[in-house]
């Protein structure tokens, strides 16, 4: 059985890992937009299809049996794609969502519907903000007007010059972003409701030191499109499907 798996997450990699041994021949697609990308075992292709048009020739001409989505929850364009190309080819598509964070009691969370509506909230929160929403969609906090801190894995291109620009890449850990919180004087945290563990140590660390975080609310998954939670589903789901071509 041939899969494509769209990936470009931690739990893809993993997925990867997990199908390669179970004996599926995998292909993982990455966008290819992240320097230095962490590469799944297995086959890799690296680019865009060329939108949904394109998504379905490369599955008709890889005969593509199954299509698991394990892109990261905020990649809707991605997902929509996958929705399109798999509908209209009659291939099942699974897609692989790990559940977004939800709050502790006395944690001081506000949500956003949008990057730009986030941005609105912050001066009511505090005076130095540190961002974590990615490089993508930075700039709706330009004119946010107040002192901020952004961390990316890449840079942004054009560089911001109305933030302090940090890169690096996950996981992190408690006691590295309180101390980074701490350095900076953060008083609000912004993140999207990615969940997941690889980038949970912030939300303790702003836990510990009681400070408030504005949450970006995931895009909707298109209507009717079958979810799993784990790679254990995954593996169940892909056995039902596994009707010799
Ligand atoms: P997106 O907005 O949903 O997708 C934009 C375009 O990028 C797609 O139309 C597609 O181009 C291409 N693309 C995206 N994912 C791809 C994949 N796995 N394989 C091949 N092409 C892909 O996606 P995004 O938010 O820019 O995210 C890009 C990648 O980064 C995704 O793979 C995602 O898993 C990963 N990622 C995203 C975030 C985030 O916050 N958005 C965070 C961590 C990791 P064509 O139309 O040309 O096919």
């Known amino acids: ?21 179970a004996g599926f021949e995998v292909v993982s697609s990455l966008a290819g937009r992240t320097t230095d990308a962490r590469l799944p075992v297995g086959e890799v292709r690296q680019g865009g299809f060329g939108g949904a048009e394109g998504l379905a ?28 190309a798999a509908g209209g080819l009659d291939i099942p598509l699974l897609v692989l969502r790990r559940p977004g964070w939800t709050p502790v009691p006395g944690d001081n969370w506000h949500w956003a519907d949008t990057a730009t509506a986030a941005a609105k909230m912050l001066p009511t929160l505090g005076t130095r903000a ?31 010059t109305w933030c302090t620009l ?16 701490r350095q ?42 079958t979810t799993a939670q784990t790679t254990t589903d995954v593996l169940t789901w892909l056995k039902t499907h596994q009707d010799p071509r």
Request: net charge neutral; with cysteine.
């Open 57 to 84: 020739d490369w599955l008709r001409d890889n005969s593509v049996d199954a299509v698991v989505d394990a892109t990261h929850p905020f990649a809707a364009t991605m997902t929509e794609h996958a929705v399109a």
């Open 166 to 181: 940090i890169l690096d890449r996950g996981p992190y850990d408690v006691s590295g972003e309180l101390a980074l919180m």
């Open 1 to 21: 059985m041939k899969i494509l798996l769209l990936g470009g997450t931690g739990e893809a990699r993993s997925l990867a890992r997990t199908l390669v041994a």
């Open 184 to 225: 900076h004087q953060i008083d609000v945290l912004v993140t999207k409701n990615s969940g997941g563990s690889m980038t949970a140590a912030k939300l303790e660390a702003a836990r510990r030191l009681h400070l408030p975080v504005v949450l970006i609310e995931r895009p909707p998954l298109p209507a009717g499109v």
């Open 130 to 160: 540190f961002l974590t929403t990615g490089r993508q969609g930075l700039n709706a906090f330009a004119d946010a007007g107040l002192w901020m801190l952004a961390r990316c894995v890449d840079a942004p291109n054009p560089r911001p």
